[in-house]
Structures are given as structure tokens and as C-alpha cells.
């Protein structure tokens, strides 16, 4: 059977051309020296180190790019706003970057706030580029002006139920997630992939965003006495979590999603941490001998500041790559039109990792990769669930 990336390679679209109304045609946020982009996320509160990490990751892209000359000559620069990951504050950021006249709206963060501005960027006739989320609601139906760079939460769940049940026989598995867009659209997807195993949930809990208020959740679930506990939320909740069903010794299986923020996961964690699995969209960013990480690492050092590879900021420095390499594709006289045409035609491989866009296609990555919390607090990759 061939690849989907196989099929879509080297397939024309005139999704783009359709997609952008004439007065987006102008080249908004280009001038003959630079090009500026904007990035609607959280940089305060119990979730930043996840806008905080895109936005690194991000910047140093284009730091690597500029070094060498900019793209075509022009230099890549970033305004970023912070929506403290509330969908009405994302409005507020969003419309705020378009005033603004940027080219693109890049790396924004969350499930709830990239499904409450998407649309402002498509009425405005902005791309959409590169959204920290796994949301299905970004992807089918497809969106022409949105470019997603990771693999979706259908694909990472899958992941966790075949995983559980193959390598560890679960029967009996249980979810905590927070009760938003995000969490129900992991929720989802934990249901499709146990739906086809003929299984259901044995609990469900649930907790607010932007809130650590996880007790109810631990004592609904725990009732269950589950053999796993898959995890739909960012780094503090869930590290909140964990811990308190270590200190009752209630001890599962804990699996997480991509977004969870697996750095900040483990450094709330500690010694706690250890056995923790966590779903990734992309490589062990402290692996230098996959081509496109050692780039990333090089590039997050010229940043300075002493930042540390991480999930996130390899994960934004990607949603970077993917921007410039489709700014080159479309050549010097870019507009919004020409570069989506450019970027959803055709596949890229940035050495280690490949992204794959076509018609009606706007799923960058499929991969999902299994990791670890070692005893050392480092993750480490693992191919199955072992005891």
C-alpha cells in the first residue's frame, strides 16, 4: 500500500489560489528587506513554557535563516502577543497581529484558542501556520489556509490503546482531561481508537483550564481501579495529578499527549516522573545524530540566554523550517498566494523529518514516537510499553 505522502507528492492544487480573495493577493507584511510574521500564544500563567517554547523555537528558525541572508533577501522577524491560552484573549491577540499587517500567523498554541482565531485568519485571508494542537477540527474538513506540521491526537491515541493493550494486555483504562475543545477532542479520539477494539472508558475525570483543581478527578477515577490513565492536558494539572495518586499510591499507567509540555512535565515531576509515558510529534530534540536536531540545537544556541533543547522549541523551530522552506519555494516576489500554493504542493525533508501536503491534504507529519520519563528525569524513546 502506498504512503499518503507518496500519493500526494508532486500533486498540483489550486486549493491556495482558491482560497485567497483578491485583496489578500497584496504583499501584506512584506517589504523589499523583511517579512513579519505573528504568533498568538501563552507566554504567562500555568501553561507558558508551552507558548514560551514555540516562540523560541520559532525565532531561532529565523535567526538561522537571517544569519545566512534572509530569505531571498529578506529578513524573517516575529511579533508575538500573549492570549494566556483563553480562547477571548486569542481573539483580542489575533486581531491585534492582523491590524498589524503580518504576513502569516505562525506557531499559535492550544486546541480552544486555534479554533476560536482560525477563522479570523481566514476572513482576513491570513495562512494559518504550523498550531501547536492535534485538534481532528483543523484538519477534517480541510481548511486551505491552515498548514498543520504535526501528526493530529487521533494518531498519538491510536498510539496509546494499541500500545496499552498490546504490550501491557490494560483493560481497563481510564482518562483525565481538561473539559475544553482540547481535552474533548482527545477524548474523542481515545474513544474512536477503544471503539475499534470493542472497549469502553472505565472512568472519566475531568478538570478547568488554566487550573491545578484535580482532586475530584482523582477520586472519580480511582474508583475505577484502572490498569492505565490516559492524560489530555498541559504540564501542571497533569503533573499535579500524578503526584497525588503517588502519594496514595494509586499507580497505573500514565500516558500523555504531545502537549502536555514534556520538559516542564518532567521538571514538575521530579522523582515522581519516573515511568511516565509521553506521546511525541516529534524527535528526542538531545538526539544530534538526526541531521535536522542538530540544526535545531545549533540555531536554539545562537539564540543565547542558556535555553535548553526541549519538545516544544524543536517542535516550533520545525513550524519555522516549514515556513521558510515554503517562502523560498514560492521565490522573490512572494505574496500569501504564492507561498501556500508553494508549501501544500509537494513534501519537504528537512533532514529526519518530512512533511507531506496535497489536495485537501493538510497534514504535515504522521509520525508519532513513544517515549519515556527515565529515573534520570530524561526522556528517553521506547518502541512498546515495557513492565
Known amino acids: 500500500m502506498l504512503n499518503r505522502r507518496d500519493l500526494l507528492s508532486g500533486l498540483a492544487t489550486g486549493a491556495a489560489a482558491s482560497f485567497f480573495p483578491l485583496g489578500a493577493l497584496a504583499n501584506v507584511g512584506v517589504s523589499a528587506d523583511a517579512i513579519v510574521l505573528g504568533q498568538a500564544a501563552v507566554f504567562e500563567g500555568p501553561a507558558s513554557a508551552l507558548g514560551l517554547g514555540m516562540r523560541d523555537g520559532l525565532l531561532a528558525a529565523f535567526g538561522e535563516a537571517n544569519a545566512k541572508g534572509g530569505v531571498h533577501g529578506r529578513k524573517l522577524s516575529l511579533i508575538a502577543e500573549d492570549d494566556g491560552y483563553e480562547p477571548n484573549r486569542s481573539i483580542d491577540a489575533t486581531k491585534s497581529l492582523i491590524a498589524k499587517n503580518v504576513f502569516a500567523l505562525v506557531g499559535p498554541v492550544g486546541t480552544p484558542t486555534s479554533m476560536a482565531t482560525h477563522a479570523l485568519a481566514k476572513d482576513a485571508g491570513l495562512p494559518f501556520i504550523g498550531p501547536f494542537t492535534g485538534a481532528e477540527g483543523l484538519r477534517d474538513p480541510y481548511l486551505p489556509h491552515v498548514v498543520n506540521v504535526r501528526a493530529s491526537y487521533f494518531q498519538e491515541t491510536e498510539v496509546w490503546i494499541e500500545r496499552l493493550t498490546q504490550d501491557r494486555k490494560a483493560a481497563k483504562i481510564a482518562i483525565f482531561y481538561q473539559d475544553d475543545a482540547f481535552g474533548r ?200 510499553l515495557t513492565a
Open 185 to 384: 477532542a482527545g477524548l474523542a479520539g481515545v474513544k474512536k481508537a477503544m471503539d475499534a477494539r470493542k472497549m469502553t472508558l472505565a472512568a472519566e475525570g475531568t478538570f478547568e483550564r488554566n487550573t491545578v483543581n484535580v482532586r475530584a478527578a482523582l477520586l472519580e477515577i480511582r474508583k475505577a481501579s484502572p490498569d492505565a490513565v490516559v492524560m489530555v492536558g498541559p504540564y501542571k494539572p497533569c503533573a499535579e495529578f500524578i503526584k497525588l495518586c503517588k502519594q496514595v499510591k494509586f499507580e497505573p499507567v500514565f500516558m500523555n499527549i504531545s502537549f502536555v509540555g514534556s520538559d516542564a512535565l518532567a521538571s514538575e515531576l521530579g522523582a515522581a516522573g519516573a515511568g511516565v509515558y509521553v506521546t511525541q510529534v516529534v524527535p528526542l530534540p538531545t538526539d544530534t545524530g538526526i541531521p535536522v536536531v542538530k540544526a535545531y540545537q545549533a540555531a536554539l544556541a545562537a539564540l543565547g540566554g542558556d535555553k535548553k533543547p526541549g519538545f516544544v522549541s524543536l517542535e516550533g523551530y520545525l513550524v519555522g523550517r516549514t515556513v521558510i522552506a515554503g517562502l523560498e519555494k514560492a521565490g522573490k516576489d512572494v505574496s500569501r498566494q504564492s507561498f501556500m500554493a508553494a508549501l501544500t504542493n509537494g513534501s519537504f525533508d528537512f533532514g529526519g523529518f518530512k512533511l507531506g501536503f496535497g489536495p485537501n491534504d493538510n497534514r504535515g507529519s504522521d509520525d508519532v514516537y513513544l517515549t519515556v520519563i527515565g529515573a534520570d528525569g530524561q526522556f528517553k524513546s521506547v518502541s512498546s
